[in-house]
Structure formats: C-alpha cells, structure tokens
C-alpha cells in the first residue's frame, strides 16, 4: 500500500483482488482513495483466460455445444442455447415448436437460480448471513429441479442443435409444478424483505447509482441496464425460441443503484416462475430435435437474454463439420465498465456491495 | 427484521436441509446422469458417440486379433453430457445414475466401463461383420420384404449378391411388359 501525506489529507492506492472480491472469481481492482472515499478504479482482468474461443475452432459443430455450456455456470445454458442457434440459422434447421418450449423452460430455470444467487450473496456481502442462507435454501428448491428434471444442478446438458436432448412427462410436471409453487411463495417473501428491510435498503439505496444516460452510453444489458429504469430485453426485443408466445413482463425499476438491480433480479425470477408455469401447462405435443444437415460455409449469428443481459453469438463455417471461427460477446463484458461509474466517490466499504451488484461473471467475461 | 424473524423461527422448527451422506443414503433422481455404462449385446460400433463426445472420453479400438473391438469409456475423461446417449441410434450407450467417483490417484486407471464387442462371421463367406441387433435390423428393414434375420447374418458384399439374386428371380417370375 502506497502512502502519501498531503497537508492533512490521506490518499491510498488499495489494491482489491485479484481474488474473492465478492466471489470465488477473480479480478484486480485498483482504488485510488480519498480517505474512505473512491475516487478512481483500474480494473484488470484475464487471470482464468482459458482461450476457449480457440478450443471451439478445434471441435466440431456437436462437441462444441458441450465445450460452450462450461463457458459459465450460471449462464451455462444460454451458451450453448444461442450457440445451437447460430447453427441452426446457418443451416436453415427448423427447431420443431415442443423443442422451442423446452429451451425456454430450461433457460427460466437457470434465470430464477441465478438471479437468487446473485441476491443471496448480496445478503451476505452486507454480513446478513441468516438472509443469505434463507435464500439460498429456496435457491436449493430450484437446484432440486435441475436435478430431477435434467440431472445435473448446473449444467443442464439440454440443448442440441435442432432442438433439446431432454424430455417432460407427467411425473417431472408435478415435481416441477409443486417446487414451483414453494418457490414462489417463498419469493413473495423474500422480495417483501428486500423491499421494505431496513438494514438492507441502509446498505443499498443510493449506493453504487448508475445513471440513464451513463447506462445508455456504456451500452449495458441485462438487469444492470434495467435496474436504471432501460427497458432493454432480448426476449421481448427479438423474440426467439418460444418466447412470442410467453406472456411476461420486462422488469424496470428506477433508481438505478444496488437495491435497484437486486429489485430488477427478484421480480424477473417471479417473471421467470410464471414463464414456466405457462410452459407446464401447455407445451405442445411433437418431436424434441429436428434432423440434422449438413452445415454449410457461410456466417451467422444469433442473440439471447441471458440471466446477465444480451449474449451474442457470430458463427462462420467453412462446410467442414468444425466451424472456422466461434466469437461471443458476453453481458458482463459491457457491465464491468459500469463500475468505475458506480464506485465514484463510494466508500470503500461498499466496493464489493457495488461489484457483486453487476451480477458480474468473470469466467465468460475472460472464457 | 421482524419479518425476517418469522421465516427464521420456521426454518429453525424444519430442523437442518443438510443430507447425512455419508451415513446414509443421499436421495438421487431417476434421471440424475452418473457414470456412462454401456450395453455391448447392442452396440452396431457406428462410432457415432465417438465423433459427438466433447472430452475425447470414449475409445473404440480393434483387437489384436482382429475378433472384435474393445469399447472403454473414461469416466474422468466424461463432462456427463449425454450426447452420445442422444445420439447413439440404438441407445446401447446410457448414463446411469451412480456418482460415486471418489477414488484414489492410484485407481485412476480402473476408472473406465470397458467392453469387448466381437464380430460376428458372415454366413455365407466368413467375414467378420459387425453386429447388427435384430431390433435394429427390423426397424431398418420394415418397408421391405427381406428377411431381417438372415441379413444380419451376411456380410455387405454378401448382402449385396443375395439381392441380387432375389431381385433377378423376381424378374424371371414376372411376365415380360408387353410392347404396345
Ligand atoms: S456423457 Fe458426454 S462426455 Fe461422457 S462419454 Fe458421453 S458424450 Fe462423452
Ligand atoms: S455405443 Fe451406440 S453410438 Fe457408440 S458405437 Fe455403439 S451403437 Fe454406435
């Protein structure tokens, strides 16, 4: 730690990182400190490049499905989700209608798991650990799910081009329905807590604000954007597999700091718990993956709305059976640029508060 | 926090979620997706789970002699996908649900489901084929008049010689088309 003495003043340098700043995930942030006050973040990153991006123009169109699940845990369906879709683009497949319900239903699941992750280590970032606890516990309902559903409590292994490689029948139905249900009327609770709380809105209105036009102008997605009232979402936006038949809401929420996006989070796993409610009732009979061609030389690309914002995909092939290039754009990658505008002049205290609230995720951001 | 306080004294009186494995049995779903195993009596070796598994898991090799093929499976190779079980066409390959993959660093090598699929002989030359299970056979040939238990017992070129020879008596049976 630098120390400099000017007049009565102190100003630090206090590095932060690069591990377990709010997660297991790590990033080096550089304060330079005005007393407790931040007054300018460096941040630098790349300590788990892993060169997937090299990997997938080594692997072929099936193995590489595999490879982009890894890429994130919690978003590790959206990966290969939009992934299947950029071939399916090129190849002209068309993704039969029971297929497109069931990679709906799989990405909500992800959604609400990992939005209650996200709050639940805010819970615990501010030292409310028996909160922390709760929620994670009620995140375990959702984890059951997966694993009953998919057999696995991250990665869900449900996508395949030209459709899903899981099915539904009566018995997961019920199983799902009755998680479901416990699910949301914990939720209902959990939001209630988040909302009206003391200690928690002390530690998190006002804090880490972004605003609209700081928002529009670093280009940030998902529920970072959201939170700072943005109506930004691909689902509604683009719509893709199922989601022009879904009825949701695109959640907004005004004030644009912590409490906002953690407000932003909670109501879309309500959102996401009615999207799969709507899907268990009337998913369509039929195939669960069309026949697969022959993918030919050429580009395509493709977008979803994963739990952290947009997810792009860009595909080019040569007509070999491994693509000549795979390049994604995460939603982390815009929001990290979000905090030096969050963390100005807040105390150091909050930095990790303010960081977790990015929802951030270094793994996809770095792949 | 007095709303907090009631979910608390709930979830004091549900007693702890935590499981008592290893002491007891945890619960594990009817689809969980353990360990690969695969059935050899089903195998047709098509090599398909082969080309689609990410990790390079699993191995189809040629025997020595030249009887059959050795099929292994690497478990700390498998990522548990389930794609070859989606895309093997006669489901001899599956996930099971067993986890248990604890072992130590000098049983790595154990850790493999391995099989010896031998080749069948034709009936006709003495080639070796592989095998084609009769369901599999059936299916393939539904449309079609032949025989699905006597082809699976011919090598191709065998195959190809019995047809033709059925197709030219069907020809000499039926009467010439009339010239108009
Ligand atoms: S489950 Fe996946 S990784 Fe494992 S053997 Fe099958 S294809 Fe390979
Ligand atoms: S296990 Fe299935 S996919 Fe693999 S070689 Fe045998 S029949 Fe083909």
């Known amino acids: 730690m630098n120390t400099t003495q000017t007049c009565e003043q102190k100003s630090f340098t206090l590095p932060i990182g690069p591990v377990h700043v709010a997660l297991e995930e790590p990033m080096y942030f550089r304060l330079e400190l005005d007393g407790e006050r931040v007054r300018h973040v460096d941040i630098t990153s790349g300590h ?13 169109f099936f193995q590489n499905v595999v490879l982009t699940e890894r890429v994130c845990s919690l978003c590790s369906n959206s990966h290969p989700l939009t992934y299947c879709m950029a071939v399916e683009t090129l190849t002209g497949i068309k993704v039969p209608p029971r297929a497109q319900y069931l990679r709906v239903m799989a990405e909500e699941i992800k959604r609400i798991a990992s939005n209650l992750f996200n709050v639940g280590i805010m819970a615990h970032v501010i030292g409310y650990k028996s909160l922390f606890m709760h929620v994670m516990e009620v995140r375990e309902l959702m984890q059951d799910i997966k694993e009953y559903i998919f057999g696995n409590r991250m990665d869900l292994a449900a996508n395949c081009i030209g459709g899903v490689k899981y099915d539904m029948d009566e018995e997961l139905r019920e199983y799902a329905d009755k998680n479901l249900e416990q699910v949301a009327m914990h939720l209902r609770e959990i939001i209630d807590i988040y909302r009206h709380d003391p200690m928690i809105r002390a530690r998190t209105q006002g804090v880490g604000v972004l605003p609209v036009l ?9 529920p970072v954007a959201r939170g700072s009232g943005i109506r930004l979402d691909v689902r509604r936006d683009a719509p893709y597999a199922a989601y022009a038949d879904l009825d949701f809401q695109v959640i907004t929420e005004s004030g644009g700091d912590v409490h906002a996006r953690a407000m932003v989070r909670l109501r879309e796993a309500g959102e996401g718990i009615g999207i799969v409610r709507q899907i268990l009732r009337k998913l369509p009979e039929g195939e669960r993956s069309a026949p697969l061609q022959h993918v030919p030389a050429g580009e395509a690309v493709a977008r979803s709305e994963a739990p952290r914002g947009e997810l792009f995909y860009y595909l080019r092939s040569d007509g070999s059976d491994v693509p000549l290039r795979l390049k994604w754009r995460v939603p982390s990658y815009m929001n990290w640029e979000a905090l030096p505008v969050m963390m100005k002049d807040c105390a150091v205290a909050d930095v990790t508060l303010i960081v977790n609230s990015i929802d951030p995720c270094v793994s996809c951001t770095e792949r | 926090m007095p709303r907090f306080l009631k979910i608390l004294a709930r979830n004091l009186l549900k007693g702890p979620s935590t499981e008592a494995f290893p002491f007891k049995e945890a619960f594990t779903p009817p689809r969980y997706r353990g360990k690969v195993v695969m059935n050899p009596n089903l195998c047709v070796g098509c090599g398909i789970c082969t080309h689609v598994c990410p990790g390079g898991a699993i191995m189809m090799k040629e025997s020595e002699d030249q009887n059959g093929y050795y099929f292994m499976v690497w478990h700390n190779t498998c990522a ?13 390959i599956s996930l099971s649900q067993d986890w248990h993959n604890a072992h130590y660093q000098s049983e ?15 009936s006709s030359c003495g080639a070796h084929i592989r095998r084609l299970p009769p ?6 040939y539904s449309h079609s008049s032949v025989d699905p238990a006597t082809i699976i017992r011919l090598c191709p070129d065998c195959r190809q010689l019995a047809t033709a020879k059925r197709e030219g008596e069907v020809h000499e ?6 010239q108009p």
């Open chain 1, 48 to 60: 788990v490049h892993r060169g997937m991006e090299a990997l997938a123009a080594k692997r072929n």
């Open chain 1, 214 to 222: 700081e928002a529009e102008r670093l280009g940030l997605v998902g």
């Open chain 2, 80 to 92: 548990f996908c389930g794609s070859c079980r989606h895309y093997c066409p006669v489901k001899a």
């Open chain 2, 108 to 122: 790595k090598y154990r850790m493999v489901e391995h099989h010896f699929v031998p080749y069948l002989h034709c």
């Open chain 2, 135 to 140: 369901a599999l056979a059936a299916r393939i």
């Open chain 2, 173 to 178: 049976s039926s009467p010439a088309p009339q």
